[in-house]
């Protein structure tokens, strides 16, 4: 059964300050995908990641993924108060399009 | 613009009053899915549509029934909501080709009395 870890689970950080949320997940996948969810809304798709060694850099957020290691990063860059929100990853199981998702990580910038 | 889209946005309904959730979508995706996800959780996936090959998860509450009269719409009924069930209502499609993830709509948020 696959299983997707993300860690931590709640981060709350300082406006400017650098960050990494990390996904881990259980089994062979070169599937991995990131999302944004505002309060009370729906997700958002911010990273498609199709191949070990994929980088996507969208603004001040960076997603990576490493299938040997069966991990993905959420690097965050100097962060603003508009990052706030929750964000999952979710892993592609091997047939179809259906996803496992992460627990979701809450991040909260202060400034 | 092609989308998902998710009717009513809000919905209150009666303990035990039955309840049906729309979904409808112009992206022509084979693939269909509803989700339920209660605060502060993960979406959990409750079932999904290959065209008209429906799989439910296994552990899909029997009161919760879905219905995809066409490749556009689907539906999802719940036939006896208790408190337990209110919760955001997800629906997401994909394509079959893989590596394409899924397409959210907004979601129907779900309100128990």
């Known amino acids: 059964e696959l299983k997707v870890e993300q860690n931590p689970l709640f981060l709350s950080m300082q406006e400017g300050k650098n960050y990494t949320i990390y996904c881990n997940y259980s089994?062979?996948?070169?599937?991995l995908y990131w999302y944004r969810q505002d309060p009370g809304k729906s997700l958002e798709s911010l990273f498609v990641?199709?191949?070990?060694?994929a980088v996507k850099q969208e603004g001040r957020l960076m997603a990576s993924l490493d299938t040997k290691a069966r991990l993905s990063t959420l690097h965050i860059t100097a962060a603003v108060h508009d990052l706030s929100a929750t964000y999952f990853c979710?892993?592609?199981?091997?047939?179809?399009?259906?996803?496992?998702f992460g627990a979701g990580t809450i991040l909260r910038v202060k400034s | 613009d092609a989308m998902v889209i998710q009717n009513p946005r809000y919905q209150v309904t009666q303990f035990g009053k039955p309840v049906t959730l729309s979904c409808s979508q112009t992206?022509?995706?084979?693939?269909m899915y509803w989700y339920q996800q209660k605060s502060s959780q993960a979406p959990k996936l409750l079932f999904h549509?290959?065209?008209?090959?429906?799989?439910n998860e296994a552990d899909t509450p029997d009161n919760f029934q879905s219905r995809r009269p066409n490749t556009s719409f689907c539906f999802l009924d719940i036939r006896s909501p208790g408190l337990g069930d209110a919760a955001m209502y997800l629906c997401?499609?994909?394509?079959?080709?893989?590596?394409?993830?899924?397409?959210f709509g907004p979601g129907t948020r779900l309100t128990v009395t």
């Open positions: 997401a499609t994909s394509p079959l080709a893989l590596g394409r993830g899924q397409y």
């Open positions: 089994t062979t996948s070169d599937r």
């Open positions: 990641l199709l191949s070990n060694g």
């Open positions: 979710a892993v592609d199981m091997e047939y179809g399009n259906k996803l496992v």
């Open positions: 992206l022509n995706h084979n693939v």
């Open positions: 549509y290959y065209d008209k090959d429906f799989n």
